[in-house]
């Protein structure tokens, strides 16, 4: 079955310091990748996604993301974290033999900042 | 900036209420989605609405019941709850029902049953 998975479930980084937030998906066609953002309290929020082209895509709120084919890997990349990124991130994932536009979803990596 | 709203959001109720949920979408889009967020599980896909006609049930128990009465508005009906259904159900649009179609989420219902 097609799947994402986040490996890391819980990450604490140091503000000022680089963030890499790891998701891998299932071996298949080439899906088309998003990453998600969930403050507390709130819904989720379309940082970025990557359908074709450049395998290097840039989001909002400083965040990028690398596809990489021979990883089956989407990971989220920031140079420098700020307090208010802690929150949990999910990468999620939509195949292209289905056309309902049906995401699939990692469990989702809580992203803890240190002062 | 929301473009999505959903009521309430808070919601405490015993097993044998019946309730409903709210969204509401301004974004002009033509698919709504309900899902399930439930502690340390993925999200759970529970409905999907295309231009009003419901195209998806994730084998969800019929004590859940969507209606989608036009393109901006999404309701999920309870009733007779069990308490694993607490959860954060969120509610989430997106232009046309695709592959590549990004949704946008509300912030959510808490449920919690008695």
């Known amino acids: 079955a097609q799947s994402v998975t986040q490996p890391d479930i819980h990450i604490t980084v140091s503000e000022g310091a680089s963030l890499e937030l790891r998701c891998n998906y299932s071996?298949?066609?080439?899906?088309?990748l998003f990453w998600y953002v969930q403050s507390p309290g709130q819904g989720l929020q379309l940082l970025l996604k990557?359908?074709?082209?450049?395998?290097l895509v840039q989001g909002i709120k400083g965040f990028e993301a690398e596809f990489k084919r021979s990883q089956s890997s989407f990971n989220l990349r920031k140079p420098s974290v700020h307090w208010s990124d802690a929150a949990e991130y999910f990468c999620?994932?939509?195949?292209?033999?289905?056309?309902?536009?049906?995401?699939?979803f990692g469990q989702g990596t809580t992203l803890q900042v240190k002062p | 900036e929301t473009g999505v709203t959903q009521t309430p959001r808070h919601l405490v109720m015993g097993m044998t209420n019946k309730k409903s949920l709210k969204c509401e979408q301004h974004?002009?889009?033509?698919?709504m989605y309900w899902y399930k967020q439930s502690a340390k599980k993925p999200l759970e896909l529970m409905f999907v609405?295309?231009?009003?006609?419901?195209?998806e049930n994730n084998s969800v128990p019929s004590r859940f019941s969507p209606e989608c009465p036009n393109s901006s508005h999404l309701f999920l009906h309870l009733h007779t709850l069990q308490p694993e259904d607490s959860a954060l159900y969120l509610c989430?649009?997106?232009?046309?029902?695709?592959?590549?179609?990004?949704?946008?989420f509300g912030d959510g219902t808490r449920l919690s049953i008695l």
């Open positions: 974004l002009g889009h033509n698919a």
């Open positions: 999620a994932a939509t195949y292209g033999s289905s056309n309902t536009g049906k995401l699939i």
């Open positions: 990557y359908f074709s082209g450049d395998t």
């Open positions: 609405y295309s231009l009003e006609e419901r195209v």
């Open positions: 989430a649009s997106s232009q046309v029902r695709g592959l590549n179609q990004p949704q946008h």
């Open positions: 071996y298949g066609a080439t899906p088309y």
